[in-house]
């Protein structure tokens, strides 16, 4: 539209502040409200710059990840900009550098805070806008001398935060029409940098609050690999006090219920001379002979499915029919004691070698019911409880040295398996007269060994029939 004479300006308001006038409206000689062209070019210029701008901003305020961030950042300014190249560099103030992983056409490169076009930006805040690159002394020509580019024009503005701190600074180059960068380059770029030192800085937070996270996560994972194992440390203490099942329900309902087996075989095994042999020994040798019997015991239990009861003093008492209740019980206390009483012969026998004395070893053995299970609040232990056991020890204090002593309910069990000796009817304190034998042997048919220690085949089979 051309412009008459009598052409006259309007204002006219778009918003509520009185500065928010709409440019260029006038009246016509007809009264009509018209843009002067230059001004409607110029608003449909600013449009498309919005526009672009709201698409960027969309595109790199959406990436956290701070590399990829900053490729994006260098691949959108460059056709922003109209530009061959460009480069992002960011301020180090540990080391007082600018540093740049994203420069086109070069690799990463590190300069003293100051040094070249970019540098002096950083520092200083100023924007740059140079027609002629190699006639600007502040241009270090390193890096075109390097890689045989030619930088002609620069436009380098700041990047600063949100909070005004200057963070790196954006360099393009070389306008690919030939022409220098503009003032609306200028417009332009700075808005640009005003978005990308906003995503720059949450993509930093962002970072931080990974590597935050990463190092919980490894807090997290450490901390539950500790409880696991302080846990499987607590179970395995637990289970090495408490049968599996008695501390299983030990820790899920904090109290244990006792348990009645009509057949468990108690073993109970005593010292002769121990108080005669501990006198010469010093505590910590006592401890330690004492020791190396009972782990030994705690192996052979544990091969025959005995369950250790506990010690006292130098006495051990083990069971077997419990937890689990079976029938092979008498059996499995029986090839125990062969086991436990061969032992204790052949340690004696290596004493006798050294010139040292050794104890000497009685066995008692009984079968019948008892009641198991935990009591007390503190120091928990898995006892039992019956006239059953009381036998039990009889037949250990009225055994013979270096023999197994059974009772006659016991020996009605086993009586199959084993060469014994009746001993008639013995009195036991408490309990009158009782019925004992002395077991020596597996039988010679369902041995493997010529000490009748070991079960052959018929043995197991026999043993499978209980």
Not at 133 to 154: H, K, V, W
Not at 347 to 361: M, P, S, V
């Amino acid at each position: 539209m051309n412009e008459s004479n009598t052409d006259k300006p309007l204002e006219i308001y778009y918003g509520k502040r009185k500065t928010d006038i709409l440019p260029g409206v006038i009246v016509d000689d007809m009264g009509r409200r018209c843009v002067k062209a230059a001004h409607y070019a110029s608003m449909n210029i600013q449009i498309r710059k919005l526009s672009m701008l709201m698409d960027i901003a969309r595109s790199i305020m959406a990436e956290m990840d701070l590399t990829t961030l900053l490729q994006l950042v260098m691949k959108t300014v460059t056709q922003v900009m109209n530009a061959d190249r460009s480069s992002l560099f960011l301020v180090d103030r540990d080391t007082g550098e600018i540093w740049s992983k994203v420069a086109q056409g070069v690799s990463e490169i590190r300069l003293p805070m100051g040094t070249g076009i970019a540098g002096h930006v950083a520092q200083t805040g100023e924007t740059v806008n140079i027609p002629d690159a190699y006639l600007d002394p502040r241009f270090n020509r390193d890096s075109d001398e390097r890689t045989g580019y030619r930088t002609q024009t620069i436009l380098c503005m700041a990047i600063t935060n949100p909070r005004g701190e200057i963070i790196g600074s954006i360099q393009v180059l070389n306008k690919l029409d030939g022409t220098s960068f503009s003032a609306d380059d200028e417009e332009l770029l700075g808005a640009f940098c005003s978005l990308a030192g906003i995503s720059i800085e949450n993509a930093w937070a962002y970072e931080e609050l990974e590597k935050e996270r990463a190092s919980l996560e490894v807090k997290v994972r450490e901390r539950t690999r500790d409880l696991q194992i302080a846990k499987q440390k607590s179970d395995d203490l637990l289970r090495n006090i408490l049968p599996d099942e008695t501390a299983e329900e030990l820790k899920s309902r904090g109290v244990t219920t006792p348990h009645y087996y009509e057949r468990v075989t108690v073993l109970f095994t005593d010292f002769k001379g121990f108080t005669h042999v501990a006198e010469k020994l010093n505590p910590a040798d006592l401890v330690k002979e004492l020791d190396l019997c009972f782990y030994y015991f705690d192996e052979v239990s544990e091969r025959n499915k005995l369950e250790k009861i506990k010690t006292i003093g130098d006495s051990y008492m083990c069971a077997g029919g419990l937890p689990a209740a079976n029938r092979t019980n008498p059996v499995d206390a029986i090839l125990a004691a062969l086991e436990i009483r061969n032992f204790i012969e052949q340690t004696r026998a290596i004493k006798r070698t050294l010139g040292e004395k050794f104890w000497e070893l009685r066995i008692g053995i009984h079968t019948g019911p008892v009641i198991a299970g935990v009591v007390g609040k503190k120091k928990f232990a898995y006892d039992i409880w019956s006239d059953t056991v009381n036998t039990a020890s009889r037949m250990e204090s009225s055994g013979v040295v270096g023999e197994i002593n059974i009772s006659g309910a016991t020996y009605e069990l086993v009586k199959d398996f084993f060469v014994w000796d009746y001993r008639g009817k013995i009195p036991a304190k408490h309990k009158g007269d009782i019925d004992m034998y002395l077991v020596t042997r597996i039988r010679p048919e369902l041995s493997a060994d010529a000490e009748g220690c070991v079960p052959n085949d018929r043995f197991r089979e026999l043993y499978a029939m209980l």
